[in-house]
């Protein structure tokens, strides 16, 4: 038995539904969602554009609410929550990484990184070692000095990963992040959260239109017509 097997479950979805009004109508994006995830997976989320699969991340990321299930995630049961509870549960448990890197122009890499440190009323040198540390780990170590303009695409998204991981969350959520870089640059930025993602022993939840990324994770949920399926990684066709 793969040792993930063995691991306790980190998220539960039951019943999962998402509704949007457009005028008089409701669209509804999915529906009876379910599917389990246990600590120390990386799961792949695939399907074509339109399909839900960034509102379904927003959703287990507590920053949209479903119209209908439940979602358990780290003895939090997240639909549950308050606003601010939700707020804490985000900053505790999560970091977050988009396909726009979304670093702010007028300050450092380095001031980047520790912003989430300092957001939690960090102190402001403990907070920049940390960052440093964090920009080492991922190859920036001579880069903290520059603001976000002065990096390459590739460079800005591992501030981006680093900044999303500085505060020590137990799940990673990736929506598309290689999706904005050429394929080089793309490989070489999965294969860091590969080995974030081993060493730090986290879960990674990502969303990605790359079907060879998703077919080295270890699980593919596919959204489809509102649905969810789990396909086996190996079955994937770019």
Not at 97 to 102: G, L, R
Not at 115 to 131: D, F, H, N, V
Not at 138 to 147: K, M, Y
Request: hydrophobic share 40%; charged share 25%.
């Amino acid at each position: 038995m793969h040792p993930i097997e063995q691991s306790p479950e980190i998220l539960s979805v039951a019943g999962l539904k998402k509704v949007y009004k457009s005028g008089q109508t409701d669209l509804v994006l999915f529906d009876n969602l379910s599917f389990r995830v246990r600590k120390g997976e990386m799961l792949a989320i695939v399907g074509e554009s339109g399909a839900g699969k960034s509102s379904l991340l927003h959703i287990l990321g507590t920053l949209d609410r479903a119209s209908a299930g439940t979602v358990n995630c780290a003895q939090n049961q997240l639909d549950k929550l308050s606003e601010d509870a939700a707020a804490d549960f985000r900053n505790r448990e999560i970091g977050y990484v988009w396909q726009f890197h979304y670093l702010l122009p007028e300050f450092t890499a380095l001031e980047n990184v520790a912003m989430p440190l300092l957001m939690r009323g960090g102190a402001y040198r403990q907070s920049l070692e940390k960052a440093q540390s964090w920009l080492r780990g991922v190859g920036l170590e001579n880069r903290g000095h520059h603001r976000a303009g002065e990096l390459s695409g590739g460079e800005q998204q591992r501030v981006a990963l680093a900044r999303a991981l500085v505060t020590g969350p137990s799940i990673l959520m990736a929506d598309e992040p290689t999706g904005d870089l050429d394929d080089r640059t793309a490989e070489m930025v999965f294969e860091l959260i590969q080995r974030l993602h081993r060493e730090y022993q986290l879960t990674s939840l990502i969303v990605t239109h790359n079907l060879a990324f998703a077919r080295r994770c270890d699980r593919v949920l596919r959204m489809y017509r509102g649905k969810v399926e789990e396909v086996p990684p190996g079955s994937l066709q770019q």
